[in-house]
């Protein structure tokens, strides 16, 4: 069996020691990295023609292969060099990137000593401080048996492992070859899904991607990753990425590959290993400390430790949950979360959200592309991730943050501060409405918020700040702000925008707005060996396709729904208008449309609006129409707690009247089948609100795709596509039976109509 990794790599998992460090300190781009690295290197060259940069270099031990290239090496002294960039006083450099800095320089020392025949050589740690443009050189010498043996202690501790994930993976794929479909058999058209997931997957090609519309009901879940594990052996694929949206596409696949993996075992197998991912506020046993090992006891000795509880991890069956975890991290005194950050490493599996793998700092797209992995990736509710992506490449700089960071600042950070304080003002003073859209970024803001985020992170390099302090989280926001302004197109637009005057103190928030994530997207669909982007809701393609950047060869896949038509009765109530200036007139009439219903067949509905000021409207029409009647009413910014509580109430053969707002927590991942649900009114199509970011958006969509479409893929597409998604609670499985009312003039419309599912029959 012959193993092949990097120096760098090999260090990482044998070298590392010591603390986990969080403390915030302010670090050179990897742009800045190599850079300096050039920069130093041609000085070297300059004064010495026989200066070697980038060397590269490879030796043996045992069937372990181990590559790299060592940063420059000066055959005149024998002295070889690894450079790294630094910002601030070197004592801030934690012990545990020391320490991995001076195992890569050793790693290489050896493998040039062997290549070179040299019985010494003299190792140099350069760390230039791109602050004041300064080199600080450690020196250490070593002679060649010294350094052979560090070199063969780092290779025993990681070819012990290495074996062993070998050894996990042959048993792993030689198992999800033998694996048969947990449940016995296909649920109807789930197979039709399997099969092209499956065939998708299996395309030697690099960038593969499969957009599937699949209704509620065929076992999605289970339905795409069973065939994508069944596709490993053979398609080589080393991880599986099930991300999704919400927390309840965690459960769901978690359900399945607790099927899978008690299938495997049954056949004698090794279970595929699933790791969940959460955020760090849900795992965090300590959240009233930070992250350094003088806050918390969890993050003293981290990397001492991690090696026995990573090792305890692998020998369990059961899936890397957040109890499993907790209580293996907790056995061994490490940080739970990160813990469950190490592991993404050695998992087969890895559930979590979007920003995991499309975030422009996303943890597992970084991985895949570093470690080289052949990934596939499953994207469940796939409609959400227009949004999602906006939202993660969008930043937003509020000047009430530069006020704050003004009161805690003082010398020359607050001088700067104090300048785009200034500038930021006569900004404001020069707007001739409350919103505007500009054409770029403000040349001269832009200019003082650079030069903002130069001083603050000379300041940082001998007293780094606390996690919480107004200067930090004003800092970290205008270093997103500016990456993603070098990234400025016609995907995106920048705005301002005037708060209401506050103490006499007029302020504003310029944004910059994604609004085309596909110019982001495009790289991650590429890295993958497979993407499978699935949902209920994916109509018309043509608009996922442009605003998610699939490529050109994506693959279509419309499955058939599983329902009747004559499961649903679906009405049109054409006679009534939602739009905002008819409500008022409208709330009476609704409630009338609702009471009807309810008198022909009592039971549980849920009533969608656009507003809870709407929903509140038509409530009080129904109270007084008919006040002993059983209402609740979704509340603003609710709890787990609260949601859970209001679904609750939806009892088997209930009666009870629920009001919600469309597109929120209880029109989508909701399941309440059977008789807990058996109709739903939804009075709104849905459209995005009226105003003038909105309008902004749709601007530059029509720019791109043309005045209709652009309008279309602003307001109709997002607000039906949100009114599917809630009409989809009521009919769950192929048993049900059950009422919708589709309450506006506008459902009467074809162009409205042919983005509803093809399997409903419309009713006057």
């Known amino acids: 069996m012959h193993l092949s990794i990097s120096v760098r790599a090999l260090c990482e998992f044998s070298a590392r020691a010591g603390d986990l460090d969080l403390r915030f300190t302010p670090a050179p781009s990897a742009t800045q990295g190599v ?108 002679s060649a048996s010294e350094l052979q043996a560090f070199f063969e202690l780092q290779c025993q501790r990681f070819a012990d492992w290495a ?68 596709a490993c052996p053979d398609a080589g694929l080393d991880k599986l990425f099930f991300l999704t949206a919400k927390g309840t596409g965690h459960a769901l696949a978690l359900q399945a590959l607790a099927l899978i993996n008690t299938a495997l075992q049954q056949q004698a197998q090794p279970p595929v290993r699933v790791l969940t991912l959460l955020a760090r506020d849900k795992r965090c046993e300590h959240p009233d400390k930070a992250c350094h090992p003088d806050s918390c006891p969890l993050a003293k000795g981290f990397y001492d430790r991690l090696p026995v509880a990573r090792q305890a991890l692998v020998r369990q069956p059961q899936a890397w949950d957040d109890d499993t975890l907790r209580i293996t991290a907790l056995a061994h005194q490490i940080c739970p979360y990160y813990l469950g950050q190490e592991m993404a490493r050695w998992s087969d599996v890895v559930i979590g959200d979007y920003n995991y793998y499309y975030d422009s700092s996303a943890m597992l797209y970084a991985l895949t592309e570093n470690e080289g992995w052949k990934v596939g990736v499953l994207v469940d509710e796939a409609h959400n991730l227009v949004d999602r992506a906006r939202a993660m490449y969008s930043a937003p700089m509020a000047q009430s943050l530069l006020q704050q960071a003004r009161q805690s600042s003082e010398g020359g950070v607050r001088r700067s501060l104090d300048k785009l304080h200034t500038v930021w003002n006569a900004l404001n003073r020069s707007l001739s409405q409350p919103y505007q859209l500009l054409e770029a970024p403000p040349q001269e803001w832009l200019e003082k918020l650079n030069t903002c985020i130069t001083r603050i992170a000379e300041a940082q390099d001998d007293a780094p700040l606390p996690g919480s302090h107004p200067l930090l989280e004003f800092y970290l926001a205008a270093l997103q702000f500016t990456a993603l302004v070098d990234q400025f197109g016609a995907h995106a637009l920048i705005d301002v925008q005037l708060h209401p005057a506050f103490r006499g103190k007029q302020l504003s928030t310029i944004s910059l707005r994604n609004v085309i994530p596909a110019h982001h997207l495009q790289v991650r669909h590429a890295a993958a060996q497979a993407s499978v982007l699935f949902s209920g809701t994916l109509t018309p393609t043509q608009f996922y396709r ?117 597109g929120g927590v209880f029109a989508e991942g909701v399941d309440l089948p059977g008789s807990r649900l058996v109709g739903a009114f939804i009075a709104t199509l849905g459209l995005p609100q009226f105003n003038p970011v909105n309008e902004a958006l749709c601007q530059r969509l029509q720019q791109r795709f043309g005045q209709r479409l652009g309008h279309d893929y602003s307001y109709l597409y997002p607000g039906m596509r949100k009114v599917v998604q809630a009409a989809g609670r009521v009919i769950r499985t192929e048993h049900d039976a059950g009422v919708l009312y589709l309450i506006d003039d506008r459902y009467t419309q074809p162009h409205v109509q042919v983005l509803l599912p093809r399997w409903w029959q419309l009713k006057d």
């Open 35 to 142: 850079q300096v690295h050039q920069q130093v290197q041609r000085k070297r060259q300059a004064a010495s023609p026989t200066y070697q940069a980038e060397v590269p270099l490879r030796g043996l031990w045992q069937d372990l292969d181990v590559r790299g290239r060592a940063d420059g090496y000066e055959p005149a002294t024998r002295t070889l060099e690894e450079i790294k960039t630094w910002r601030g006083d070197m004592h801030t450099i934690k012990a545990s990137q020391r320490a991995l800095h001076w195992a890569q320089a050793r790693m290489y020392g050896h493998l040039l000593c062997v290549r070179d025949g040299l019985s010494k050589i003299r190792l140099a740690l350069v760390y230039f401080n791109i602050s004041t443009g300064k080199e600080h050189v450690l020196h250490e010498d070593c």
């Open 546 to 662: 442009d605003m998610l950047g699939l490529p050109a060869h994506t693959q279509w896949l419309d499955v058939s729904a599983p329902f009747r038509a004559e499961q649903l009765q679906v009405h049109t109530v054409g006679h009534i208008s939602t739009r905002f200036q008819d409500r008022a007139a409208s709330a009476p009439r609704i409630a009338a449309v609702i009471a009807r219903q309810w008198q022909q067949r009592p039971g549980n509905y849920l009533c969608f609006f656009s507003s809870f000021a709407y929903l509140q409207q038509v409530a009080e029409c129904v109270q007084q129409l008919h006040p002993d009647w059983p209402i609740c009413l979704q509340q603003p910014q609710m709890d787990e707690a609260a949601r859970a509580q209001f679904l609750a109430q939806f009892q088997p053969y209930g009666q009870l009247l629920g009001f919600a707002v469309l």
């Open 163 to 230: 074996h062993s994930e070998a050894a996990h993976r042959a048993a792993r794929d030689a198992g999800l070859k033998q694996l048969q479909f947990p449940l016995g058999s296909f649920r109807t058209s789930q197979r039709e899904l399997s099969v092209a997931v499956y065939r998708q997957a299996r395309v030697p090609d690099k960038g593969q991607c499969l957009l599937a519309q699949a209704p509620t009901g065929i076992g999605k879940t289970m339905g795409t990753i069973f065939p994508m594990l069944k």
